[in-house]
């Protein structure tokens, strides 16, 4: 489904999307939906049956669902129709994004056997120094990780990045600046506004990347067409050609 909304995105789908967005009114008035019909009937009933199955059988888990199910009952009424959107949100801001990074980042890494080398030298060492184990510690101390989470956007532009088409995740590293001009490189947006998940979606894509470096060496297949070409027709950021990788086991 999450796949659906993203990729099957038709000229329909957008029209009615832009409708939604900027004539709000009208679109409700005309009952103008700006997901696909099916995958919104999809996340209603799973919403509704997950609350109805907990709620009934008095299960509590520590998760998201959770603390909108509490909104619901508490003094701020959540309807269900606020609580599914909430859900929904969570599920398709959270996923597309990440996987779309990771995605992106495991075909420069197959790319580029030095930095790939240098990464997971870094998993290994940080890993040992933690008992083998993935913890939140050892993701904050892996800085070069996440360097090569490199992500679309103003860094992009050579009046503020030198070679800017390079994929040259020093250029974030310390010894540089860092991240030397602030509002020059936003992936995750800035303002009041900005990622709510920013540190989840960095943990996940660390988390998921840490698991194919350790076990893994990566290289881009000869299946994959490059240049990959960015996509204009999909929600989020997409190639037109896709991503096929070679894993040998370490
Ligand atoms: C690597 C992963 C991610 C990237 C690159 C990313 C990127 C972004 C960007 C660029 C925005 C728009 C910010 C703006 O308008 O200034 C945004 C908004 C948002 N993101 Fe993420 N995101 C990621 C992961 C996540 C995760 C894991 C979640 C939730 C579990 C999430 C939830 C949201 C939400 C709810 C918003 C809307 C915030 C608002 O309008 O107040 N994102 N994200």
Redesign the pocket.
Known sequence: MGKKVFQEFNIWDQVNLALTMYCPNLATKLGIRNIQKDVSKFFFKSVKDTVEYREKNNIHRDD?LQLLMELKNSEVKLSMNELTAQAF???L???G??S??TTQALYELGKNEEVQSRARDEIIEILGQHDNKITYESLAEMKYLEQV?D?LGLQHDPDYWPDPLKWDPDRFGEENGGNKHSFTY?????????????R???M??KIGLITVLKNFKVSVSPRTVTPLGMDPDTFLFHTINKVYLNLDKI
């Open positions: 998201f949100l969570f599920f801001a959270g996923f994004t990440s779309t990074v989470i992500v936003l992936p995750f947006g800035e303002g009041p506004r900005n990622c709510i998940g920013m989840f979606g960095l996940q894509t």
